[in-house]
């Protein structure tokens, strides 16, 4: 299993768990300010504000909180002018990552970004180093309650997808990128809201780890998304089913 299917969706679940709910809404706020900027404060108008609001209604983020952020992105306020960086980077094994990150301060992005890599048993490398691992693709994620795997794959076929993968916990629901408004819009009068989508990178090559070097991982995974500028973190490794579910589990 890649590290972008159910490892990644274990560790999603366990970080929403885990971390102070506040975090996680500061880093949904984020992507709506710099939505807001950027394209404006409709978001009917402006196809990424509508994603970033989308995404934080289904974190249940409240009304004001939601309206505050567009405003403040509005606004133009001092303090605000936020940049979208990507870092790559080798974690332990060889195992690829990308970072993406929303920050003020591209310096102190860069070396916390680093010194924690270093610390976890990690490196940054060069641009381009590892993103040639990964495909850059629309993602759409709906619970089991929407329907069989059937049903889901033929949904998402209709409304243009190029695939649809389920488990016991989700159905996944993959599109190109220039498809992505039009297949989520589809979907989305069919079958109402998504829990999550977006634009993610899936590894297209893997590599397999297991116990302490996946722990290891694990780790490195978690310190990088608990980073107040990271907004996604994504891995190449390959874990089977049954550990990534012991790993959650620690």
Not at 149 to 162: M, P
Not at 179 to 205: I, Y
Request: charged share 25%; proline share 2%; aromatic share 4%.
């Amino acid at each position: 299993m890649a590290g972008h299917s159910k490892f990644k969706n274990i560790m999603h679940r366990k970080g929403a768990q885990d971390a102070k709910r506040s975090k996680i809404f500061a880093k949904l706020g984020r992507e709506i300010t710099v939505a807001a900027k950027l394209g404006g404060a409709d978001p009917s108008m402006n196809p990424r504000l509508r994603l970033a609001v989308t995404n934080a209604r289904s974190q249940s983020m409240a009304r004001d909180t939601i309206e505050k952020a567009i405003q403040k992105g509005v606004g133009g306020g001092a303090g605000e002018d936020f940049a979208e960086m990507r870092y790559e980077a080798y974690g332990p094994g060889g195992v690829a990552i990308i970072v993406e990150a929303l920050t003020d301060n591209r310096n102190r992005t860069a070396g916390d970004v680093r010194a924690i890599l270093t610390k976890h048993g990690g490196n940054l490398a060069e641009s381009g180093a590892v993103g040639f691992m990964f495909d850059r693709v629309g993602e759409i994620i709906y619970g089991v309650d929407k329907g069989s795997a059937d049903a889901l794959f033929e949904a998402a076929v209709e409304a243009g997808a190029d695939n649809a993968e389920s488990d016991s916990d989700e159905h996944i629901i993959t599109c190109a990128v220039a498809d992505f408004a039009a297949v989520r819009d589809a979907l989305e009068s069919k079958l109402g809201p998504a829990q999550r989508a977006g634009l993610v990178w899936r590894p297209n090559m893997t590599v397999p780890v297991a116990g302490d070097m996946a722990m290891q991982l694990m780790k490195l995974i978690e310190a990088l998304e608990d980073n107040d500028d990271v907004q996604t973190v994504t891995a190449n490794l390959e874990i089977t089913d049954t550990e990534a579910l012991a790993l959650a589990q620690n």
